[in-house]
């Protein structure tokens, strides 16, 4: 930790507004994402908690320093880094979380390592603390073995979530994945319909 400590302290010297902290998965970062995001606090004297900002602070804030943090993996957004981000005013109330699907048989056959009422659990968890965060997602149809019905789910979770944003995908093999040797390959004209219709639904809740 004390190298990526250094490095951002080495970047806000420079003038860095915005620190993104970047993994594959950011969540189960070795020695805490939590723990880091506590500890860039000593880097910046706008880096403050929000009971000893000042009115001075607060507007010198806005323009200030910010951390972020991506891909956190459902499974590992853990109630301490929920905390944190309600916690530290520089952290970025933003919450990338990569659902995929919306349907358990689905997300089991993704080995995902999470069901859809896992999930769910996670966004009441971030939403109890902090209603106004923005939480973003990945969904990804036509999956091999997607049924219509399994799709419907995906459907019905997007609505039920209610999305910030969405980065949508249609499923398309890859050499020397397990998922392209599995059996269930759809048509592309399924796949490209099916993600048509979760465009439309999207944009028509984003709207």
Do not use: C, W
Not at 158 to 179: C, D, H, L, W
Request: aromatic share 8%.
């Amino acid at each position: 930790m004390d190298e990526v400590l250094a490095e951002i302290k080495q970047k806000i010297e420079q003038g860095a507004k915005t620190i993104i902290l970047l993994g594959q998965n950011v969540n189960s970062y070795q020695y805490g994402l939590a723990n880091l995001l506590r500890a860039i606090e000593k880097l910046s004297p706008l880096f403050l908690r929000e009971g000893r900002l000042t009115a001075a602070d607060k507007s010198e804030l806005t323009r200030g320093e910010f951390v972020s943090f991506m891909t956190s993996h459902p499974r590992d957004i853990s109630d301490d880094i929920i905390q944190a981000v309600y916690d530290l005013p520089y952290v970025i109330k933003d919450f990338h979380l990569p659902l995929q699907s919306g349907d358990n048989t689905i997300l089991k056959a993704m080995n995902r390592g999470y069901t859809v009422e896992f999930f769910r659990d996670r966004v009441k968890a971030i939403r109890k603390l902090l209603p106004k965060a923005r939480i973003s997602t990945d969904i990804l149809v036509g999956f091999p073995g997607e049924t219509e019905e399994q799709f419907q789910n995906t459907l019905n979770f997007v609505k039920e979530i209610g999305f910030t944003s969405v980065n949508m995908f249609a499923y398309s093999p890859r050499p020397q994945t397990a998922a392209s040797q599995m059996p269930g390959q759809l048509a592309e004209e399924v796949k490209q319909a099916r993600l048509q219709r979760l465009i439309t639904l999207v944009r028509a809740m984003l709207d």
